[in-house]
């Protein structure tokens, strides 16, 4: 069974300030890693995903990630944030990449502040 | 290449009622996966299609079931609806290459 514990349900920002949002995960077996972002009234969209090799992940909209696998963290990261990155953003976890369920952590809101 | 489909966009139901919610794949996918989130929580797994079968299933009682059709595409049918049920439920493809893609979602209200 899997699990993710997002630390932060909410992070303020100044607009231009760096980022990191909290994620870590529990497995008993290898895992794959995601971030997705959710605009209000909007589905899931795919930020970055970690599968294997490299553990710095660079996504869209200029995020970036880090597994690490000893402190089971995959932390999502931007040096300069702009309001338009206003979004809940969700961290999951699959023990397989497309055939095996998603596990979400509950979310982090993130508010830019101008 | 389209996206991820799914209607409608929202809706509202009387407990006891039944609802069925649809879901069009990405073109090429042959995997299909229910989620609900509920307001301010993470996406739930619900349960998984692959090839017409279901392929895994997550704490949801039977009244929550599920089709899918020869085209790929899915339905959601949930049974004797209660306030609990009120969520967005979400649909996600996923292909042989592997990658899920998610709808906007269907806002479902039960009162």
């Known amino acids: 069974a899997q699990s993710v514990t997002q630390l932060d349900s909410q992070v303020p920002v100044f607009e231009e300030a760096p980022v990191e949002l909290r994620c870590n995960y529990s497995s008993s077996v290898s895992v794959y890693l995601f971030w997705y972002v959710q605009y209000p009234n909007q589905g899931l969209q795919l930020l970055l995903k970690y599968l294997s090799g490299s553990t710095l992940v660079k996504g869209i909209n200029g995020f970036e990630a880090e597994f690490n696998k000893s402190q089971t963290s995959f932390h999502l990261r931007k040096p300069s944030v702009h309001i338009s990155d206003t979004a809940e953003y969700f961290c999951?976890?699959?023990?397989?990449?497309?055939?095996?369920?998603?596990?979400f952590g509950t979310g982090t809101r993130l508010t830019i502040i101008p | 290449e389209t996206g991820v489909t799914q209607s409608p966009t929202h809706l509202i139901k009387t407990r006891g009622q039944q609802v069925t919610l649809r879901c069009s794949s990405q073109?090429?996918?042959?995997?299909v996966s229910w989620y609900q989130q509920a307001l301010g929580q993470g996406p739930q797994f619900i349960f998984q299609?692959?090839?017409?079968?279901?392929?895994g299933r997550g704490n949801f009682p039977p009244r929550f079931s599920g089709l899918q059709f020869p085209n790929y595409s899915s339905e959601l049918n949930v049974n004797a609806l209660e306030l609990d049920d009120s969520a967005l439920y979400l649909c996600?493809?996923?292909?042989?290459?592997?990658?899920?893609?998610f709808g906007s979602g269907t806002r479902l209200t039960v009162v």
């Open positions: 073109s090429g996918h042959n995997t």
């Open positions: 999951a976890v699959s023990a397989n990449f497309g055939n095996e369920k998603l596990t």
């Open positions: 299609y692959y090839r017409e079968e279901e392929n």
């Open positions: 996600a493809s996923s292909g042989t290459g592997g990658g899920y893609t």
